[in-house]
């Protein structure tokens, strides 16, 4: 483990740098340490693989510390909505296009809602990911207010029984205040609609994305109430760390992860390939 | 903040007129940590508080300051040096016509500045020239299409069937026929370890004398900012970076990480979705931000 065969002061240190550059966190990083520092000095710990595993298992908790069921759950009947939210460039829609795929494979029907009225060809670009899984988008010509697309959307998912919605937005900083009405609007348009609608409010976040991640979470959850997130983007060199952070303090699933720009580039979130991989 | 931690840790030390390597000690270990916070990498960091302790110790306190302010001030200076050491706006004096080629990860605001960059050489009177060369991303093209329509400034009529190395070629030759004389390369999102994507790039950089090769990349990029831009830089010679989505609440660190890891100037900040938000880097803003 990193080489070292004792606990030593150095050991603590190359543990600072390795879990500080995963994106841990300072305060985090600081607490872990001390978790471990205080299992050495009850010599609970004697070398640095039984540290590695104490710090692991330290870390597993915060991310598995939900109660809801970790697998996205069907309802019993109706179209089960997915609403997918998150800051600019994230992955929104690329992640909706992998989500289809997942679903048309498992045999259900899907429609896709492109709600992201305002960003050049967004709505193009979730047609594209429409024809590629062979489901229907609903999208209208002109820049719509999101909210009258979605209202529309919720009607023929009822009348048309589909199985899964999946409910594009537009990327939004959650500092804009103005857009994050926007999304409590879509979303309460959304309930009216279609009782229960959204059944899961998925927030995207991208693995390259700092300690910023932690208040893009808590603004994003107090505005519509996040249940459900996908991390994106770790097929690069990122370790997506401040997801910790976020499920310790939101006590909410990770669902999903992206590794790729492909359909097929989603995986089922597995906490102790994530930890492995943490560490590597 | 950090200024009420500073004061702190000179409070529990006694009576200074003089900056002394005990004393900026502790201070330091919660300048690093504020850096950290804001997601400056963890070596850049610890090279920094490193330069900045020699640069303090043995610094009288100011009359008018604490030594707490008086440490701010000279991090604060430090910081503004570094960042903002080499600033350069865009070349736009050499040969003609000038090329730019936009670059970086997937999302970072690469196609959203290329139409920023458009509309602001078309105000100075410039006749810029669009230039979509990502192939891959769903509706990439129509994207650059709809931003260069929407300002009135010309788009190459590029297809997904044609490998972007020809599209710039071709596109420089019709930028000479029609007289544009700045041509905007708009690329595709890739990894900086994806290799034969990165050829791609080398590749246009061979085929085509380019004035620029702007690094575009996130403001609320984490620890990953080091790695992505320096392999950005090893492969590419960067001339600049882009920060984009400043008008956040990020910290920003990544702004410190990769300025001092590839040296070159960071030359504009996105500030916004709209084709107006784009605004020259201002060091001093950038630093009082990291340091929160
Ligand atoms: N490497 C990699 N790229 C990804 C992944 N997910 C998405 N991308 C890429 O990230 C870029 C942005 O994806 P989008 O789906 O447009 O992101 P978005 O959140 O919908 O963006 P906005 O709607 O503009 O806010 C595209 O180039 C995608 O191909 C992933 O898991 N890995
Ligand atoms: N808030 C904000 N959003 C920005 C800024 N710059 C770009 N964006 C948004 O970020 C998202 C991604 O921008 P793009 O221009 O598509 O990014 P890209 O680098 O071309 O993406 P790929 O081609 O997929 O790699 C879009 O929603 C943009 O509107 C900015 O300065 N501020
Ligand atoms: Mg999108
Ligand atoms: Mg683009």
Same mark, same amino acid.
């Given at each position: 483990?990193?080489?070292?065969?004792?606990?030593?002061?150095?050991?603590?240190?190359?543990?600072?740098? /390795?879990?500080?550059?995963?994106?841990?966190?300072?305060?985090?990083?600081?607490?872990?340490?001390?978790?471990?520092?205080?299992?050495?000095?009850?010599?609970?710990?004697?070398?640095?693989?039984?540290?590695?595993?104490? @710090?692991?298992?330290?870390?597993?908790?915060?991310?598995?510390?939900?109660?809801?069921?970790?697998?996205?759950?069907?309802?019993?009947?109706?179209?089960?909505?997915?609403?997918?939210?998150?800051?600019?460039?994230? =992955?929104?829609?690329?992640?909706?296009?992998?989500?289809?795929?997942?679903?048309?494979?498992?045999?259900?029907?899907?429609?896709? &809602?492109? =709600?992201?009225?305002?960003?050049?060809?967004?709505?193009?670009? @979730?047609?594209?990911? =429409?024809?590629?899984?062979?489901?229907?988008? &609903?999208?209208?010509?002109?820049?719509?207010?999101?909210?009258?697309?979605?209202?529309?959307?919720?009607?023929?998912?009822?009348?048309?029984?589909?199985?899964?919605?999946?409910?594009?937005?537009?990327?939004?900083?959650?500092?804009?205040?103005? /857009?994050?009405?926007?999304?409590?609007?879509?979303?309460?348009?959304?309930?009216?609609?279609?009782?229960?609608?959204?059944?899961?409010?998925?927030?995207?976040?991208?693995?390259?994305? =700092?300690?910023?991640?932690?208040?893009?979470?808590?603004?994003?959850?107090?505005?519509?109430?996040?249940?459900?997130?996908?991390?994106?983007?770790?097929?690069?060199?990122?370790?997506?760390?401040?997801?910790?952070?976020?499920?310790?303090?939101?006590?909410?699933?990770?669902?999903?992860?992206?590794?790729?720009?492909?359909?097929?580039?989603?995986?089922?979130?597995?906490?102790?390939?994530?930890?492995?991989?943490?560490?590597? | 903040?950090?200024?009420?931690?500073?004061?702190?840790?000179?409070?529990?030390?006694?009576?200074?007129?003089?900056?002394?390597?005990?004393?900026?000690?502790?201070?330091?270990?919660?300048?690093?940590?504020?850096?950290?916070?804001?997601?400056?990498?963890?070596?850049?960091?610890? *090279?920094?508080?490193?330069?900045?302790?020699?640069?303090?110790?043995?610094?009288?306190?100011?009359?008018?300051?604490?030594?707490?302010?008086?440490?701010?001030?000279?991090?604060?200076?430090?910081?503004? #040096?570094?960042?903002?050491?080499?600033?350069?706006?865009?070349? !736009?004096?050499?040969?003609?016509?000038?090329?730019?080629?936009?670059?970086?990860?997937?999302?970072?605001?690469?196609?959203?500045?290329?139409?920023? !960059?458009?509309?602001?050489?078309?105000?100075?009177?410039?006749?810029?020239?669009?230039?979509?060369?990502?192939?891959?991303?769903?509706?990439?093209?129509?994207?650059?299409?709809?931003?260069?329509?929407?300002?009135?400034?010309?788009?190459?009529?590029?297809?997904?069937?044609?490998?972007?190395?020809?599209?710039?070629?071709?596109?420089?030759?019709? #930028?000479?026929?029609?007289?544009?004389?700045?041509?905007?390369?708009?690329? #595709?999102?890739?990894?900086?370890?994806?290799?034969?994507?990165?050829?791609?790039?080398? *590749?246009?950089?061979?085929?085509?004398?380019?004035?620029?090769?702007?690094?575009?990349?996130?403001?609320?990029?984490?620890?990953?900012?080091?790695?992505?831009?320096?392999?950005?830089?090893?492969?590419?010679?960067?001339?600049?970076?882009?920060?984009?989505?400043?008008?956040?609440?990020?910290?920003?660190?990544?702004? !410190?990480?990769?300025?001092?890891?590839?040296?070159?100037?960071?030359?504009?900040?996105?500030?916004?979705?709209? !084709? *107006?938000?784009?605004?020259?880097?201002?060091?001093?803003?950038? #630093?009082?931000?990291?340091?929160?």
């Amino acid at each position: 483990f990193l080489g070292r065969k004792e606990i030593d002061a150095e050991l603590f240190d190359d543990l600072e740098e /390795l879990l500080i550059t995963a994106d841990l966190g300072v305060t985090t990083t600081r607490e872990l340490l001390d978790h471990a520092r205080r299992k050495v000095h009850r010599k609970e710990l004697s070398d640095p693989e039984s540290l590695k595993l104490a @710090l692991k298992d330290k870390i597993k908790s915060f991310i598995i510390d939900y109660q809801r069921d970790a697998e996205l759950v069907m309802p019993e009947s109706g179209p089960f909505v997915i609403m997918v939210v998150g800051v600019n460039g994230v =992955g929104k829609t690329t992640t909706i296009g992998k989500i289809a795929h997942k679903f048309v494979k498992a045999g259900r029907s899907v429609m896709l &809602v492109a =709600g992201d009225t305002f960003r050049a060809a967004a709505v193009s670009q @979730l047609q594209i990911w =429409g024809e590629r899984n062979g489901v229907h988008v &609903v999208a209208r010509a002109d820049r719509a207010d999101p909210s009258s697309v979605v209202y529309d959307a919720m009607d023929i998912a009822k009348a048309k029984n589909y199985d899964v919605v999946l409910v594009d937005t537009a990327g939004r900083l959650h500092t804009q205040t103005n /857009l994050m009405e926007e999304l409590k609007k879509i979303k309460r348009v959304m309930g009216k609609r279609l009782e229960g609608a959204p059944h899961e409010v998925m927030l995207v976040i991208d693995a390259t994305t =700092g300690q910023n991640g932690i208040s893009q979470a808590k603004l994003f959850h107090e505005a519509v109430g996040i249940t459900g997130i996908t991390l994106t983007k770790l097929d690069g060199t990122a370790k997506g760390g401040i997801v910790a952070n976020i499920c310790r303090e939101m006590k909410t699933p990770i669902r999903f992860i992206g590794v790729g720009e492909k359909m097929e580039d989603l995986r089922d979130f597995d906490p102790d390939e994530f930890i492995e991989a943490l560490f590597e | 903040n950090l200024t009420d931690r500073l004061e702190g840790v000179f409070r529990r030390l006694r009576g200074h007129g003089t900056l002394t390597e005990d004393n900026i000690q502790e201070a330091m270990r919660e300048v690093r940590m504020a850096l950290l916070e804001a997601d400056v990498h963890f070596k850049v960091a610890r *090279d920094f508080v490193a330069g900045v302790t020699e640069k303090a110790i043995g610094r009288e306190v100011a009359k008018s300051l604490s030594p707490g302010q008086q440490v701010i001030k000279i991090v604060h200076e430090e910081l503004v #040096a570094l960042l903002g050491g080499n600033t350069e706006q865009l070349r !736009l004096d050499g040969r003609q016509p000038v090329t730019i080629m936009m670059a970086g990860l997937q999302g970072s605001g690469k196609t959203t500045t290329s139409g920023k !960059l458009a509309a602001m050489l078309k105000n100075k009177g410039r006749r810029p020239y669009l230039v979509p060369a990502d192939i891959y991303r769903p509706a990439a093209i129509e994207q650059l299409q709809v931003l260069g329509d929407k300002l009135g400034v010309p788009v190459h009529p590029s297809t997904t069937d044609t490998r972007p190395v020809d599209i710039c070629r071709q596109a420089m030759v019709a #930028a000479a026929e029609k007289n544009y004389d700045t041509v905007i390369i708009d690329t #595709a999102g890739r990894l900086h370890i994806d290799e034969s994507l990165m050829s791609e790039l080398k *590749d246009i950089q061979e085929a085509v004398q380019l004035s620029e090769i702007l690094f575009v990349a996130d403001a609320m990029t984490g620890q990953d900012a080091v790695t992505v831009a320096e392999k950005f830089n090893h492969d590419l010679a960067i001339t600049g970076v882009v920060l984009t989505k400043m008008e956040g609440d990020a910290r920003g660190g990544a702004a !410190l990480s990769i300025k001092s890891v590839t040296g070159k100037p960071i030359k504009f900040v996105g500030m916004g979705e709209g !084709l *107006d938000a784009l605004e020259v880097f201002h060091p001093d803003r950038t #630093a009082s931000r990291i340091l929160g």
